[in-house]
Nanobody, 121 residues
Framework: QVQLVESGGGLVQAGGSLRLSCAAS????????MAWYRQAPGNQRELVAS???????MYADSVKDRFTISRDNAKNTVYLQMNSLKPEDTAVYYC???????????????WGQGTQVTVSS
């Protein structure tokens, strides 16, 4: 089993910044893709950004040039630096990690518990 612990959400004024973290622990052989999703009330969960094990990144158009995803492979942690935040960025943010488990070498995707980000106007 693998556990994901998210941190860094909160309340911020428009134009401000927040940094989210998601640390994976447990039966991990290696980690492939790491990503951040978000879900606002009444909306479907959407992909915000992702990063491969090689460091290739992709971003949703709505966050390009404002958000930066990064990872620390030694710590099994993924980060999301969010700058120039807008009220429309308000949502619960979830990390998603694709793990090759140390036990059995199965590939599984895990979700974090979610962290609330609220941007006031």
């Amino acid at each position: 089993q693998v556990q994901l612990v998210e941190s860094g959400g909160g309340l911020v004024q428009a134009g401000g910044s927040l940094r989210l973290s998601c640390a994976a622990s447990g039966s991990i052989f290696s980690i492939n893709r790491m990503a951040w999703y978000r879900q606002a009330p009444g909306n479907q969960r959407e992909l915000v950004a992702s990063i491969t094990s090689a460091g290739s990144t992709m971003y949703a158009d709505s966050v390009k040039d404002r958000f930066t995803i990064s990872r620390d492979n030694a710590k099994n942690t993924v980060y999301l630096q969010m700058n120039s935040l807008k009220p429309e960025d308000t949502a619960v943010y979830y990390c998603n990690v694709v793990v090759i488990e140390a036990t059995g070498f199965m590939t599984r995707a895990y979700w974090g518990q979610g962290t609330q980000v609220t941007v006031s106007s």
